[in-house]
């Protein structure tokens, strides 16, 4: 999800389906994407991209 996050994803339906498994059987793929709908801003964005490219520096 960073990764589309930091990409400029806001799709909530998109953003969903890369939520792990036991998060979607615990509490419903619908209630995630409802969660997701109108609340990603530029600042999330924003945030999501250095935490990505934090990330992999780390990795190599």
């Not at 890369?18 to 994407?33: E, S």
């Amino acid at each position: 999800m960073v990764r589309l996050l930091s990409q400029g994803e806001t799709d909530a339906s998109l953003l969903s389906k890369v939520i792990h498994g036991r998060t979607v059987k615990r509490v419903g793929r619908d209630v995630i994407t409802a969660a997701l709908i109108d609340v990603i801003s530029e600042v999330d964005i924003d945030q999501s991209e250095g935490k990505r490219k934090k990330a992999e520096s780390r990795m190599g």
